[in-house]
């Protein structure tokens, strides 16, 4: 049990290198940290951990960013752009608008190549120095693989990224390219890209660093300690509930360390835990259907489809991690359909918050569980947003409206701005856009019923003024 959150603190066992030490999630074997290579167990194959003699309490963080939790990492600094220390947005009238208590997001778009990858990679490459290992690499969905390609290129270190051909994001090619990673687009989905990394991994072509390395996960934790110190500073408590959008459910794993550590250290009430929320798109969510039906495993979902390319996955590695983790916080999971991101996308934009697909599918899980009574009206609310608006300029243009061609001349710019182009044939805009997306199909009902709503409450507006 141990992923219990009241699992207690261990002393170090021999193989342990200051306090530092792997553990098999699955059956307890423990190994040194730093003497071999290795991702998952050497006897059942189980998920490993990074564990700790001495958990850290809130006293013992100081400095800024990512390693002002040095306290509860395996090292004292890493290779740093820096990362960490992202906002923590007020939204209050989108607060207003979906009912809950506070309503804070958490931008890690506002992270150095715009993700909270950063913050596992910070950790991540300091490790792979530490091994002494020649080539990175990671499968990406996008995101991964720009972190990879920039930390790697700060550690002066060898990358090579295996994307899904045809589905990343332009934003996210363009950094893992300009970093200098070597970048082989895969014929098949994230999952098989994963697969055939593990593989060369396992010939000992490269070091992995996707979410299955453990050290990764660590700096990801720190989002965890991030949102806990400074949602206590505003508000004097902790977050009810902090909503995160699930892909591999690396992150999910990661915030529920950074609380059981906080717990065993003493600094924390198990009562105080946030519950996790996970959100998936539709077109992929195998985690939400374990947690739904009370399944203890997941089912790889061999084909997967969604506007939000970020977590168009189908085989979460890292579910033995999280799912306990939604479950021990009293937490739950919930899908979205692709209208509903975008309809999210589009909020949090209206509040000056831009964000990509995936991290908008926090903000419209937040608002259909709300619907749903899921979720009460006397409730804190942390949605993290885990990238930035433009990792992904297509679909935040397919969201958005139209720029207007005018000519080249005060006065007939004046006359355009007053006629006609009001905040109507803006929505109309974004209804036409959507006609001639390739996604049209999927997004047709939803888009037009949305388009519709908004230019209703946009009248409504209007009439009002
Ligand atoms: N949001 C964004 C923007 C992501 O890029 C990812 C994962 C997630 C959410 C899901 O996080 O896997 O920890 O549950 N992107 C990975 C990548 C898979 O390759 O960039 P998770």
Known sequence: MSLELSAPTQPAPECADDGVWLECIECGEQFAPFDDIRYTCDECDGLLEVRYDDPPTFEDFEGRGV????????????????????????????????????????????????????????????????????????????????????????????????LPSGK???????????????????????????????????????????????????????????????????????????????????????????????????????????????????????????????????????????????????????????????????????????????????DLAGEGVGVEPASAASVAGLRKLREAGEISADESVVCLTTGHLLKDPDAAFAAGGNPEPVPNDTEAVLEHINSGSSAVDRVSNRLSKTVDSPLFPALVGGAVAAAYLGYQKLRSKFDDQ
């Not at 893992?176 to 072509?205: M, P, T, W, Y």
């Not at 977590?311 to 999280?322: E, L, Q």
């Open 67 to 162: 390693w002002r939790y040095n306290a509860g990492l395996p090292f004292e600094v890493g290779v740093t752009l820096p990362e960490g220390d992202t906002p923590l947005h007020e939204m209050p009238r989108l607060r207003e608008d979906i009912g809950v208590k506070n309503l804070r997001i958490k931008h890690e778009g506002m992270n150095p190549t715009g993700s909270f990858k950063d913050r596992g990679m910070t950790v991540g490459v300091r490790v792979a120095k530490e091994l002494g290992v020649g080539r990175l690499a990671c499968a990406s969905t996008g995101n991964t693989s720009a972190a990879l390609a920039a930390y790697g290129a700060r550690g002066g270190m060898e990358t090579l990224v295996l």
């Open 168 to 346: 990343v994001a332009a934003g996210k090619i363009a950094q893992a390219s300009l970093h200098n990673a070597r970048i082989l687009e895969v014929d098949g989905n994230f999952d098989s890209c994963l697969d055939i990394v593990q593989d060369l991994a396992a010939k000992g072509e490269v070091y992995l660093l996707n979410s299955l390395n453990p050290f990764r996960l660590e700096g990801q934790k720190t989002i965890g300690f991030e949102i806990l110190e400074e949602h206590y500073e505003d508000y004097g408590e902790y977050p009810d509930r902090i909503i995160l959008p699930v892909g591999n459910a690396g992150n999910t794993s990661a915030l529920y360390k950074a609380f059981r550590e906080l717990v065993q250290s003493g600094a924390l009430d198990e009562s105080e835990v946030p519950k996790l929320t996970g959100v998936q798109a539709e077109g992929a969510a195998p985690m939400v259907e374990a947690v739904r039906n009370g399944n203890d495993e997941v089912r790889r979902w061999d084909e997967v489809e969604t506007i939000a390319t970020a977590i168009r996955i189908g085989n979460p590695v890292n579910a033995p991690k999280a799912l306990p983790g939604i479950r021990n916080t009293g937490g739950t999971a919930i899908s979205v359909t692709d209208e509903e991101i975008t309809a999210a996308q589009r």
